[in-house]
């Protein structure tokens, strides 16, 4: 952990505390973060991916704990998702709570992953709340794996860019699973 990790971590806090983007490397791919809580931070979001705010949006909790704040009621299969999977998995919950609304579907679903990389897991409990995570990318483009195939309109149109190197060999975006509170359990992404 060197002074530069610190640096970042702390340029992201003071970032994210303003309602800022960041554009930050995650346990997948680099993800373009601000406040979950904060609607006015989300919609700069939406409008930077030129995306309709219809769409829900990634967001990532540092621990179980944090989950369950912001869950009304965390299905017993999702802890053992949690543990069993092998790579990264977000999981789709019913009722979210506490987060902007503008980040939460129509169904009243939200997309939530434990955080599994160091950065993310120290930031997210130094900020003390969930944050966005989505890829680094126009609305309907490909995802960039690497940091040098981000585009300019999106390195220019975030608040700051975290400066640590890829450590994702072969990133990919992370699997998608729907729990419903009726005990249902869906695939969306592999």
């Known amino acids: 952990m060197g002074a530069d990790f610190n ?25 373009i973060g601000c406040d979950a809580t904060n609607p006015e931070a989300v919609q700069k979001v939406y409008a930077l991916k030129n995306r309709e705010d219809s769409k829900a949006l990634i967001c990532l909790v ?19 998702i949690m543990d069993l999977a092998t790579k990264p998995t977000t999981i789709v919950f019913d009722e979210p709570i506490g987060v902007a609304q503008n980040l939460v579907a129509e169904d009243n679903t939200l997309a939530i992953r434990v ?23 126009i609305s309907g483009e ?13 390195l ?21 699973i729907k729990l419903g509170n009726d005990g249902q359990v869906k695939v969306i992404r592999e």
């Open 62 to 80: 540092a621990n179980q704990a944090m989950l369950e704040r912001h869950v009304k009621e965390v299905p017993e299969v999702a802890y053992d």
């Open 142 to 154: 490909p995802t960039p794996k690497r940091f040098k195939d981000i585009g300019p309109e999106i």
């Open 7 to 31: 640096e970042e971590l702390q340029k992201c806090f003071e970032v994210l505390k303003q309602g800022g983007l960041i554009l930050y490397p995650t346990d997948t791919v680099w993800g």
């Open 156 to 176: 220019k149109g975030v608040d700051y860019v975290v400066n640590l190197p890829d450590e994702n060999k072969d990133p990919s975006p992370s699997s998608i």
């Open 115 to 137: 955080a599994s990389d160091k950065f993310c897991q120290y930031l997210i409990n130094k900020f003390r709340k969930p944050i966005v995570s989505t890829s680094a990318n």
